[in-house]
């Protein structure tokens, strides 16, 4: 059993990270520093004091509202930072301290920037997604996770060729093969293909609720990635008993 105050501890780092996410979210897809200036009101473009950015606990104090000018502020901002402190906490009790929990935790932060990157603006900036395939490949084991990083973006990228081909379209973006070369590096195979699996469950009824619309892919890559990492065990006990009964 975890000490509450460890596993509090990794919560509110976990939501300090949300917190600098949300900024990347905002200012990545419109080529902005992340770094400066410090943050500001986007309605009325004043700056923001510092008890403004606590953590989900400045969206409740004013009550989602700017403090200059009232305008509402979006509830992505204490969402993005309550899921980010959750998957701190879970990837903690899936891991513990070991010394690529961090790098593990930073891959999924990201994958979440892109998540709402995605959703939002239909985009997948590359500088996001290549710094989490970076980073995903340092594993226990560097060389198996560079070897599925490039099996499973291999595999993605001649699959896509093929789908392309034969539907006359574009069959998936490109951040997708590089999304599914970080799949590959966390998760190893035959993970991989489960998280594939479970991607393409979970991207159905957005699907078909959209009809022509676009609906972008990575964010369902994404949460099936993190769902397969943290239930591992009870995947492969899955695909057992459908295998052998």
Not at 118 to 138: T, W
Request: aromatic content about 16%; charged content about 10%; overall charge neutral.
């Amino acid at each position: 059993m975890y000490d509450i105050f460890l596993v509090v501890t990794v919560f509110i780092f976990g939501i300090v990270i949300g917190s600098f996410l949300n900024v990347v979210i905002y200012r990545i897809p419109k080529g902005e520093n992340i770094a400066y200036p410090a943050s500001k009101c986007q309605n009325c473009q004043k700056h923001l004091k510092w008890w403004h950015n606590i953590p989900i606990i400045s969206w409740l104090i004013l009550g989602g509202k700017c403090y200059f000018c009232k305008e509402k502020i979006s509830m992505q901002y204490p969402i993005v930072e309550f899921s980010t402190g959750i998957m701190a906490v879970l990837l903690f009790f899936k891991l513990g301290l070991v010394w690529y929990m961090p790098i593990v935790f930073i891959v999924f932060s990201i994958l979440l920037a892109l998540v709402m990157i995605d959703f939002k603006y239909l985009a997948v900036p590359d500088s996001l997604n290549l710094l989490a395939l970076a980073l995903a490949i340092i594993q226990p084991n560097i060389i198996d996770s560079i070897q599925y990083a490039l099996m499973a973006s291999g595999g993605l990228a001649l699959l896509r060729y093929y789908l392309s081909y034969f539907l006359k379209k574009e069959a998936m973006g490109e951040g997708d093969i590089i999304v599914a070369g970080t799949m590959g590096a966390l998760l190893g195979f035959p993970l991989f293909f489960y998280a594939l699996f479970l991607s393409a469950i979970l991207a159905i009824v957005p699907s078909l609720i959209s009809k022509d619309k676009i609906v972008p892919f990575v964010p369902f890559l994404a949460i099936a990635t993190f769902i397969v990492y943290i239930a591992d065990k009870e995947f492969y006990a899955l695909a057992e008993w459908i295998m052998y009964g």
